[in-house]
């Protein structure tokens, strides 16, 4: 089956650091992924879509510049937290679909820890 | 819009008795079904998914799912709860587009005791 996978799975750093989350399709080509936020014991959040070769799709709230994503290939796209600080600290998953008519996918995620 | 609900937000049920975790949807079309299961620290691994035809479709780890389109419902069944199944349960709705995200529930939270 289509695996997704997502790298580093945990990562705790400084205020200040910029943090790179790479999210690779292993066995399939993905247009589009999906990058999640989620807070302790809540529900996933969409952050935004990204796109392969094209600029990512942000939702309401989530600060572009904070949060970017490149998608430069078909099996890779990468968010990278910049400059974070500790209410940046969460679980942040991707996700792809390998076809119009198939589900998503989701990476392991990642937890990051901002000290 | 879509919308999913889950009425239930947290579940405690004992080792070896049955299991139904709720689910409504809200959508203008046909919808895509799904339920996946996420244990802690983890991603979401997909249970099962429903497109068409039988609406009542069979999932990993002995789940099941039945579509009730009358009711708007997706309800994830099990019957019997093994210890290892407790977890974070999440009912999502899609649509055909590849490019379009799923959309979530808020999930509810399945604790199995002795």
């Known amino acids: 089956g289509a695996v997704v996978s997502q790298h580093p799975s945990r990562v705790i750093c400084k205020s200040g650091t910029s943090v790179k989350i790479e999210c690779r399709s292993l066995?399939?080509?993905?247009?589009?992924m999906f990058w999640y936020r989620q807070f302790p014991k809540q529900s996933l959040m969409l952050m935004a879509t990204?796109?392969?070769?094209?600029?990512?799709?942000?939702e309401q709230g989530v600060e572009k510049d904070k949060f970017l994503i490149n998608h430069a290939s078909l099996t890779l796209s990468t968010l990278t937290v910049t400059s974070a600080h500790p209410e940046d600290s969460s679980f942040y998953i991707c996700?792809?679909?390998?076809?119009?008519?198939?589900?998503?996918?989701f990476g392991d995620g990642t937890r990051l820890s901002i000290l | 819009a879509q919308s999913v609900t889950q009425p239930d937000i947290h579940i405690t049920v004992s080792e070896g008795a049955s299991l139904e975790l709720r689910c409504n949807y809200s959508?203008?079309?046909?919808?895509?079904l799904f339920w996946y299961v996420q244990s802690p620290g983890q991603g979401l691994q997909l249970l099962l998914k429903?497109?068409?035809?039988?609406?009542l479709v069979q999932g990993i780890k002995g789940f099941e799912a039945e579509f009730k389109r009358s009711q708007s419902s997706f309800n994830l069944r099990k019957p019997s709860v093994h210890w290892s199944d407790a977890a974070e349960y999440f009912c999502?709705?899609?649509?055909?587009?590849?490019?379009?995200?799923?959309?979530f529930g808020k999930g509810t939270r399945l604790s199995v005791i002795a």
């Open positions: 066995d399939f080509q993905a247009t589009t």
């Open positions: 990204s796109n392969e070769g094209s600029k990512a799709t942000y």
């Open positions: 996700s792809a679909r390998d076809g119009a008519d198939q589900p998503q996918h």
């Open positions: 959508y203008g079309a046909t919808p895509y």
């Open positions: 429903y497109f068409s035809g039988d609406t």
């Open positions: 999502a709705v899609g649509t055909y587009s590849g490019n379009t995200p799923l959309v």
